[in-house]
């Protein structure tokens, strides 16, 4: 069944900057709704992928709660306070999924291994089930290794965004079919394939 094209997009490092982590000192995904900004030209660049008619599905792991650094409450202000920045830049996601989960969780709830948490594909495939998505058609712009698996085992054509602070999340061994800089190259790849 042929369904609409989607760009799905990591959240940390490709829509808003990362954080410097408490424990570890590097750059992770804030775990306080203060801290959230957007990466500058990213509302700009999923502004254009609307206009061009791709569906906008956000894909995000946040194992903070799981692991017991933060509550979920927490995790959902972050999420909440990420949506409300780009809502006031014009940009409203179709569906946006966040895997819980950590296999080396403390919180008994959510410390297991799912089919959710990328680089397994199942975020994108509940969203293409829910809104009759063509994944063969669609995207998967992250900027870690485990993103880049996730798009592939999905079906998707995959853009590794070498975002700076996520440096420690990519091997180099990912087979990403483009490298971006930022979100707004990885735009121009999108928009130049249906071309």
Not at 42 to 58: C, F, K, N, P
Not at 70 to 79: D, G, N, T
């Amino acid at each position: 069944m042929s369904g609409a094209a989607a760009a799905f997009v990591d959240r940390d490092g490709v829509l808003n900057e990362l954080v410097p982590d408490p424990v570890s000192g590097l750059p992770e995904s804030p775990l306080r709704a203060a801290d959230v900004a957007l990466v500058p030209g990213a509302a700009g660049a999923l502004r254009r992928l609307v206009e061009a008619g791709w569906r906008l599905i956000g894909v995000s792991n946040q194992p903070a709660a799981a692991k017991g650094a933060v509550s979920l409450a927490e995790l959902v202000a972050v999420q909440d306070r990420v949506a409300e920045l780009l809502a006031g830049e014009g940009v409203v996601f179709d569906d946006f999924q966040l895997c819980l989960h950590h296999p080396e969780g403390v919180v008994p709830d959510l410390a297991r291994s799912c089919e959710c948490r990328k680089p397994a594909p199942g975020m994108l495939l509940t969203a293409s089930e829910r809104l009759r998505l063509d994944l063969s058609r669609s995207w998967m712009i992250g900027d870690t290794d485990a993103d880049v698996a996730a798009g592939r085992a999905a079906g998707c054509a995959t853009i590794l965004v070498e975002y700076r602070g996520s440096a420690h999340k990519r091997s180099g061994l990912a087979e990403p079919d483009h490298v971006a800089g930022d979100l707004a190259s990885a735009t121009e790849i999108v928009l130049r394939s249906k071309e």
